[in-house]
C-alpha cells in the first residue's frame, strides 16, 4: 500500500475519514507517491446543499495547488473581496481581502461538499477513492507504535489490519482518537447559534461577507454561491431579521449547534495521528476550521514522505492554538451581552482597525498566512 522507499522499507497508511481532512492527506500523500486507504462511515461525500464549512483561504489554496485542486477552486467558489461588520445603526469595521497580496484571493466561498467532490477526482486520477460505509469499530488501540483496528464493512463483516501509520481524520467524535486514549479538553459556549442557507431568483452580489451585531446578538451573511447566501445568528429568531437581497427560491438547509473549543495535545501516539476536527474544535468565525484541517493533513503527509511524523505533533500544536485563541476572542467580541461592552467595541474596533498593524494582522488570519509557511512549497504566497 506504499512504495519502496531506498531502505527497501514499505508502509501502509490507513486514514480514516473521507471528509476534506482525510482527502486532502490521501491526495498529498498520493503525489508523493504512497497508496493509502481510506475508509469513512458515510455513504459518500458531504451533500453539496448541506454547505458546512464553506470558506476556503489562500494557504489551503496554497497547499492545494501542487495537486492542481487551488485552480478547480478557483474556477467554482465565489471571491469574497470584502469583510463588514456594522451595528444596527452605522457600519463598524470594513475589511478590503484584496489587499492581501499573493498567488490567490484571501478567502473564498464555496460549499464543503463541492470541495469534496474536487479532492475527490482529483485523488481519483491516482486511482484511489474511500472505501464508504467501512468504519472502524470501537476498541482500544494497545500498541500505537503498531497499531491494530476493526473494520465494520459495508456487508456487516469484520477485518482486521494493522497499518504502519493510521491518520485519525474522522471528526469531533474520533473513533481514533477514543481508541487511544486521547482526552479532548476545553469548553462549550452557554449561546446555541443557528443558520440557514437560502437560494435565490437570478445572480447576487456574492462579493462581500457581512456580520450585523445587536444589542445582544449577532446576524452573519456569507456567500455559497452565485445565487446561494448563508445566514448564522446566535438570535433564535434571525429569519425575521434578514434583509433578503431578492427572491427567496428555497431554504435549502438548516442546522443548530454550540460552539466547543476543544483540542488534543499531542496530535500523535506511536504511529497514530490525529488531524482536524479529530484535534482540535473551534468556532467558525474566520472561516479557520477546514482549512487547519487541511493544514494539518498537508504536513503530515509531508513530513511522512521525509520520515520525521514523529515531529508532526510540535510543529502542529502551536499553530492550533494560535487558532484557537483568536478564533474565541473574534467569537467574545460578536457575541458579547454587556452593554458597556457593546458600547465599547463599537467605539474601539473601528479606530483600531485604522493602525495599519492590526489591520494587516485580521487580514493575514483571514488568509490563513498566520501559520508557519509550508516549506515545501516553492514559490511565494
Given at each position: ?41 458515510g455513504t459518500g461525500p458531504t451533500p453539496v446543499e448541506e454547505s458546512r464549512a464553506l470558506g476556503v483561504n489562500a494557504r489551503t489554496m496554497t497547499l492545494l495547488s501542487p495537486a492542481g485542486v487551488a485552480e478547480r477552486i478557483t474556477e467554482a467558489a465565489q ?111 452557554e449561546a446555541y447559534f443557528y443558520l440557514a442557507d437560502f437560494r435565490y431568483e437570478g445572480p447576487l452580489d456574492t462579493h462581500f461577507a457581512e456580520i450585523t451585531v445587536f444589542d445582544p446578538g449577532m446576524l452573519g451573511r456569507l456567500p455559497i454561491a452565485a ?155
Amino acid at each position: 500500500m506504499a512504495p519502496v522507499d531506498g531502505d527497501g522499507k514499505s508502509r501502509s497508511i490507513l486514514i480514516a475519514g473521507g471528509g476534506p481532512v482525510g482527502l486532502a492527506a490521501a491526495l498529498e500523500l498520493a503525489r508523493r507517491g504512497f497508496v493509502p486507504r481510506i475508509v469513512d462511515d458515510g455513504t459518500g461525500p458531504t451533500p453539496v446543499e448541506e454547505s458546512r464549512a464553506l470558506g476556503v483561504n489562500a494557504r489551503t489554496m496554497t497547499l492545494l495547488s501542487p495537486a492542481g485542486v487551488a485552480e478547480r477552486i478557483t474556477e467554482a467558489a465565489q471571491s469574497i473581496d470584502y469583510f463588514r461588520a456594522r451595528s444596527i445603526s452605522k457600519p463598524l469595521i470594513e475589511l478590503d481581502t484584496r489587499q492581501v497580496k499573493g498567488r490567490f484571493g484571501a478567502i473564498r466561498g464555496l460549499a464543503q461538499g463541492r470541495t469534496e467532490v474536487l479532492l475527490l477526482e482529483a485523488l481519483a486520477a491516482y486511482g484511489i477513492a474511500p472505501e464508504w460505509q467501512t468504519a472502524i469499530a470501537a476498541g482500544e488501540i494497545a500498541d500505537c507504535r503498531s497499531p491494530q483496528v476493526t473494520l465494520r464493512r459495508p456487508d456487516g463483516s469484520m477485518q482486521t489490519v494493522r497499518p504502519d501509520i493510521l491518520i485519525g481524520a474522522d471528526g469531533a467524535h474520533s473513533v481514533v482518537r477514543k481508541a487511544i486514549g486521547a482526552g479532548f479538553p476545553g469548553e462549550a459556549l452557554e449561546a446555541y447559534f443557528y443558520l440557514a442557507d437560502f437560494r435565490y431568483e437570478g445572480p447576487l452580489d456574492t462579493h462581500f461577507a457581512e456580520i450585523t451585531v445587536f444589542d445582544p446578538g449577532m446576524l452573519g451573511r456569507l456567500p455559497i454561491a452565485a445565487d446561494v447566501i448563508r445566514y448564522i445568528s446566535t438570535l433564535p429568531d434571525f429569519e425575521s431579521r434578514i434583509s433578503h437581497p431578492a427572491k427567496v427560491v428555497e431554504k435549502t438547509w438548516a442546522s443548530q449547534f454550540r460552539i466547543h473549543f476543544r483540542h488534543v495535545e499531542p496530535m500523535a501516539k506511536g504511529n497514530v495521528f490525529l488531524a482536524g476536527d479529530a484535534a482540535h474544535i473551534h468556532s467558525p468565525a474566520g472561516a479557520r476550521g477546514m482549512n487547519l484541517g487541511i493544514e494539518d493533513a498537508c504536513w503530515l503527509a509531508w513530513l511522512i514522505a521525509e520520515g520525521r511524523e514523529q515531529e508532526y505533533s510540535a510543529l502542529r500544536i502551536p499553530a492550533v492554538k494560535q487558532v484557537l485563541k483568536q478564533t474565541y476572542g473574534l467569537t467574545r467580541l460578536v457575541t458579547m451581552k454587556n452593554p458597556l461592552a457593546v458600547a465599547a467595541r463599537n467605539i474601539l474596533a473601528p479606530l483600531l482597525l485604522r493602525f495599519g498593524p492590526v489591520r494587516q494582522s485580521l487580514l493575514r488570519g483571514v488568509a490563513g498566512y498566520d501559520t508557519p509557511r509550508p516549506p515545501w512549497i516553492d514559490w511565494a504566497e
